[in-house]
């Protein structure tokens, strides 16, 4: 690959991206343009561009732009149409961020007339996939610079040894190793390495950041209500809010009563297996909120059909082909999947818990005439279900015959 000549980084201001933007200036030589997205991980984010032009930025190269309502609206929502769960488990929070960040450096380096894009990911992490499949699939002809997959700053002390070299501020608590590492977004914290390495141990209190622990939760449950309109969730006990707003709102009451706690083990893309503690307030209390207006809205057939496309579809996303044909291909039929699923769904907050406990559609198709253990007044004939199931039984009972006969 020939040496870049202009580079739109992904830079958050903090140490590591910092390293980067001078290794970058150093290795090539080249012209360096900052992306700074604000997610929703509750950061201030102009430290990023003040500490940007102290290390050689000018202001007309330095981006930072508040993306939280279409992640929200364009890259979460569409996620959770699908009840989109890694593994089982897993709320995809870091995956679902990965395709949007790639999006702008893409449309950066297009506007300002870069050649090369570059992100802070490990050779280790299924980001660096992540960030490189979706920027492929936008520009196949943009150059992509990994510097942890290039540099021989293989140490935290190479790492601020070279921070020193090249006037780059390094604050007193990164002198020591960090306890662990930690992504952030509007969805959902990361925590990651260090302290958490060893799967046998549980996980220290004071990783989790967004949620209380559900034994110090409130002592009263709270209800809360999440409306919804063709599988989008819209509106908060009858107050209508944005997307961002709406996840927002859900984070806070979901991290008040210890709600979205996740110790994983997973499967990593690049292979090996490692161990994270996840926190979802807001998204998981969504999931089962989405899953509760689903369950009268949505017909057996459609709703048994996108729970086996669900794994698959979970999994391009975490292995970072949100861009790809076939998640495009999934997304429409879990979209057309969506039309009716408009109503309200009602969730019980409790010490960790979010549990549906009413849920109504003018969409529903649940029918109270026919399911009644009371007189249904001809609304359904039992008789019916005699020849329903004769017929159901038929190659059962074939199959019997056979075996038995052989025996």
């Known amino acids: 690959m020939s040496a870049p000549k202009k580079v739109v980084l992904a830079y958050s201001g903090g140490l590591d991206t910092s390293i980067i933007l001078k290794w970058l200036q150093a290795e090539y030589g080249c012209e360096v343009v900052t992306f700074t997205a604000d997610l929703g991980q509750g950061e201030e984010l102009e430290p990023a561009r003040a500490k940007a032009v102290t290390l050689g930025i000018k202001e007309e190269n330095i981006f930072i732009e508040d993306v939280r309502e279409e992640f929200v609206r364009d890259f979460v929502f569409p996620m959770f149409r699908a009840n989109a769960v890694y593994e089982g488990l897993y709320l995809l929070g870091t995956s679902i961020a990965r395709p949007l960040i790639s999006k702008r450096l893409v449309e950066i380096a297009e506007a300002t007339g870069a050649d090369a894009v570059a992100h802070g990911a490990t050779g280790k992490g299924n980001d660096q996939v992540r960030f490189e499949l979706a920027a492929y699939a936008l520009n196949p002809d943009i150059k992509v610079i990994a510097p942890w997959r290039e540099w021989d700053l293989t140490s935290r002390t190479k790492l601020l040894e070279f921070a020193e070299q090249h006037q780059i501020p390094v604050a007193k608590d990164k002198r020591g190793e960090a306890p662990f590492s930690v992504d952030a977004n509007l969805l959902h914290t990361s925590s990651e390495g260090k302290v958490l390495e060893d799967p046998a141990e549980m996980a220290p209190d004071y990783v989790y950041q967004r949620t209380v622990n559900p034994e110090d939760a409130p002592d009263t449950p709270e209800y809360v209500e999440i409306g919804f ?18 996840l927002t709102k859900l984070n806070e009451l979901g991290g008040k009563h210890g709600c979205g706690r996740l110790d994983l083990v997973e499967g990593r893309f690049v292979g090996m297996k490692s161990r994270g503690i996840y926190e979802t307030p807001g998204g998981t209390l969504l999931l089962e909120a989405h899953r509760g207006i689903e369950s009268i809205t949505l017909d057996r057939g459609a709703a048994h059909l996108k729970d086996e496309l669900m794994p698959r579809y979970a999994e391009l996303i975490y292995n970072g082909f949100w861009y790809s044909p076939e998640r495009e291909m999934l997304q429409a039929a879990i979209d057309k999947s969506q039309e009716h699923v408009t109503g309200t769904v009602r969730l019980k907050l409790y010490k960790g818990s979010a549990q549906t406990v009413g ?20 609304a359904y004939d039992q008789k019916d279900a005699a020849g329903f199931i004769q017929l159901n039984a038929l ?13």
Request: zero cysteines; hydrophobic letters at 35%.
């Open 229 to 246: 309109e063709r599988g989008d969730a819209v509106s908060i006990n009858g107050e209508a809010l944005s997307p961002a707003e709406l």
């Open 359 to 378: 849920r109504w559609s003018d969409h529903s198709l649940y029918s109270e005439a026919h399911v009644t253990f009371e007189d249904d007044a001809g």
């Open 395 to 407: 190659r059962l009972k074939l199959l019997a015959a056979r075996n038995r006969k052989l025996k």
